[in-house]
């Protein structure tokens, strides 16, 4: 995923997490997120968060990969599952977690048939 450095997006409120401070968007480079209905070149708007609750689509960084995954807590670790469920789960230790946020919204562009 990479962020555009300077560039803005206006996003409707009722999009958005309202108990949240902070949103951001970034852009899906890549298809390992297509059964979630995540394509290349969706932009993914998220809730910035260090934190979240069991179930939630988030934004993690594994190494230098940004990943979107579904987050599940198991005691002091971390399962990030996939959703193809054919790649295998990874799981860390809660404090080794870096997370850039929480999925809460995707903003898609149509193109034209035949166009580049």
Do not use: N
């Not at 990969?65 to 670790?77: C, K, M, N, S, Y």
């Amino acid at each position: 995923m990479t962020p555009q450095e300077g560039d803005r997006l206006t996003v409707p409120g009722r999009i958005l997490d309202t108990q949240a401070s902070e949103h951001f968007v970034l852009r899906v480079v890549g298809d390992m997120a297509t059964e979630a209905g995540i394509l290349d070149g969706d932009f993914i708007i998220l809730r910035r968060c260090s934190v979240a609750v069991d179930g939630e689509m988030v934004v993690a960084v594994v190494g230098d990969d940004a990943l979107i995954r579904w987050l599940f807590h198991e005691g002091e670790a971390v399962r990030l599952e996939s959703f193809s469920g054919v790649l295998p789960p990874i799981r860390l230790p809660l404090a080794d977690l870096h997370l850039r946020g929480a999925v809460v919204g995707l903003i898609r562009r149509i193109g034209r048939k035949g166009a580049a």
